[in-house]
């Protein structure tokens, strides 16, 4: 039920379109039987109702885009907005087509400001898609680069595991601390430095695990302290 639920509220544009369409048809086909005697003495109808059911379709089919990642879920409003946009200039401009249709406007007329509308939509669209697809691949990578350093300070908290040496204990908790205090924001530029601050990390747990003299321990997690002093000040000069 619950999954039901989410799938509705994710879907509540879609949704709505679905609902105007309906109305729109039940309202539509009962009034237009005359038409359909004789369709190709009101081609100029005919043509507009069809490419207002074109927008239709348009505005379906992108209800249905996914997000990669939630946290650019703004990447989508321009999309809906320009979608949405779309279908009301073609409900619009093809609903006064279709009611002046007995005055016999010229076919080509219909399809030239159709043609117009979709060219326009498809455009912006494709400008707005890729916008999308850029923000997308910043934000995952991102989150990607949070979750890593996220597993960097586990793997510093659970060296203590590995020693009964109070000295070394105590230097690798505040190792540790200083780790879980450090700003989780993760950029391209702090990459490297905390690849190495993470290879500095099996170093330690490599002396401790081969019950290495403490002098040596503690001057590896020196070692590792100054690359996270690093890579905290290259966050600071990124801001």
Avoid at 62 to 90: D, H, M, Q
């Amino acid at each position: 039920m619950e999954k039901f639920r989410n799938w509705i509220f994710a879907h509540i544009p879609f949704l709505i379109v679905i609902g105007v369409f309906i109305i729109f048809n039940i309202a539509f086909w009962p009034s237009v039987s005359g038409y359909l005697k004789d369709p190709g003495a009101h081609a100029n109808f005919w043509a507009s109702f069809a490419f207002l059911m074109v927008a239709f379709c348009a505005v379906g089919a992108v209800s249905f885009t996914k997000l990669r990642t939630k946290n650019a879920v703004v990447t989508i409003v321009p999309i809906f907005a320009i979608t949405v946009g779309y279908l009301v200039l073609s409900l619009i401009f093809n609903i006064i087509m279709m009611a002046v249709d007995k005055y016999d406007p010229h076919i080509v007329i219909t399809c030239l400001i159709n043609a117009i509308f979709m060219i326009g939509f498809i455009i912006l669209f494709l400008i707005f898609a890729r916008s999308k697809h850029l923000v997308e691949e910043k934000t995952i990578a991102r989150e990607e680069r949070m979750d890593t350093w996220s597993g960097t300070f586990s793997d510093a908290y659970a060296l203590q595991n590995f020693t009964t040496n109070e000295t070394l204990k105590k230097a690798l908790a505040k190792f540790a601390d200083n780790i879980k205090m450090s700003s989780s924001r993760s950029t391209e530029k702090t990459v490297q430095i905390e690849g190495e601050l993470n290879e500095q990390i099996v170093t330690i747990k490599s002396l401790l695990k081969n019950d290495a003299e403490e002098e040596q321990v503690l001057k590896a997690v020196q070692i590792g302290e100054a690359l996270l002093v690093q890579r905290n000040q290259i966050l600071t000069r990124s801001k």
